[in-house]
């Protein structure tokens, strides 16, 4: 298994541009998520998925959009991009939210920068 | 409102002696807690977890303890060593009460010197 996957690794917007964060697991995972990670503020919850054609919004979810059509892809789009979306993004993913063991397993991030 | 709270940014230990990472929370309704531990440029990894059933849960070298009338968990790693050296996060989730979010704290950077 290749586990969490996320491409690309690095990116340089402008501000305006706009760009898709891809995220693929193959563990059959029903449960996603993205996270976005700032200097001195751990790790923010944009988005999440329990599972495909379900998605809701976490805690910082202005600037984001995201779709899951399939239960292995989960991508996050930014429409406008804003030098405030300059972060490392991770996407997770686990077996199902209310299992007993709510691992959730990470990808390697995608570190984005707005100029 | 921060619901998961590490207010210690960083720790630094020598090796061998027992590293202790702590963690408070204030929503009552989270019944399951994990750790995290995060190298520079990866993604977090799963260290341990318990549920809000045990006050205790070990895995080899760390032990995870909960007191829930006092909000707080504890992450112990005995011994330390140099390869530990992350940064930690503590996560908790409400797992019957129908938001499916996991909350993370900022995080605590752990040093353990040779």
């Known amino acids: 298994n290749a586990g969490v996957t996320q491409t690309p690794k690095f990116q340089v917007l402008k501000t305006g541009q706009s760009m898709t964060l891809q995220c693929a697991q193959d563990m059959n995972h029903e449960y996603m998520s993205w996270y976005r990670q700032d200097p001195g503020m751990g790790l923010r919850l944009i988005h999440y998925?329990?599972?495909?054609?379900?998605?809701d919004q976490g805690e910082v979810p202005n600037g984001y959009n995201v779709s899951r059509s399939t239960t292995e892809d989960f991508p996050l789009r930014l429409l406008s991009a804003a030098p405030s979306q300059t972060s490392v993004y991770f996407c997770?993913?686990?077996?199902?939210?209310?299992?007993?063991?709510?691992?959730?397993?990470f990808g390697p991030g995608t570190r984005l920068t707005v100029l | 409102d921060q619901q998961v709270k590490q207010n210690s940014p960083s720790l630094s230990v020598q090796e061998g002696r027992i590293s202790i990472l702590n963690c408070d929370y204030t929503n009552s309704m989270f019944d399951y807690f994990l750790w995290y531990k995060k190298y520079p440029a990866e993604g977090p990894t799963f260290l341990i977890s318990?549920?809000?059933?045990?006050d205790k849960n070990e895995d080899g070298r760390f032990t995870v303890f909960l007191n829930k009338s006092a909000k707080h968990l504890s992450l112990h790693i005995v011994p330390s060593q140099p390869g530990d050296s992350a940064v930690y996060f503590c996560a908790a989730s409400d797992t019957q009460g129908g938001s499916e979010k996991l909350v993370f704290g900022k995080g605590t950077k752990l040093t353990v010197n040779p």
């Open positions: 997770a993913s686990s077996y199902e939210w209310t299992s007993t063991y709510n691992e959730q397993f």
């Open positions: 998925s329990v599972g495909a054609g379900i998605t």
């Open positions: 318990i549920s809000s059933i045990k």
